[in-house]
Nanobody
């Protein structure tokens, strides 16, 4: 079945760095659009960064110049490198994918990971 599994979150001081990782199972990885979203307490989930098949990336304005999304296609993994972290980056971060299943029928759907907590504070 399709699974997205995040890791790498945790507490960090302002100005620090973290790298989030997402392992994708059950999708044709190279045909999928991928991204990272985040949700702070009391707020809606929002897009942080995305990478489409073909390698085109997009970033939310608050993280431009600080965050980088990348993939390792051989390992079916998506990464989010987060540098110069700020308290306002505190949120649960979710891995996202839209693509075809590995098995037949090849249904195209949205999929979400379970989330990993990032807390930026002194």
């Amino acid at each position: 079945q399709v699974r997205l599994v995040e890791s790498g979150g945790g507490p960090v001081q302002p100005g620090g760095a973290l790298r989030l990782s997402c392992a994708v199972f059950g999708l044709i990885f190279d045909s999928s659009d991928l991204g990272w979203y985040r949700q702070a307490p009391g707020k809606q989930r929002e897009l942080v960064a995305s990478i489409k098949r073909g390698g085109i990336t997009d970033y939310a304005d608050p993280v431009k110049g600080r965050f980088t999304i990348s993939t390792d296609n051989a390992k079916n993994r998506v990464f989010l490198q987060m540098n110069s972290l700020k308290p306002e980056d505190t949120a649960v971060y979710f891995c996202y994918a839209n693509g075809p299943r590995t098995i037949i029928p090849r249904q195209w759907s949205d999929y979400w990971g379970q989330g990993t907590q990032v807390t930026v504070s002194s």
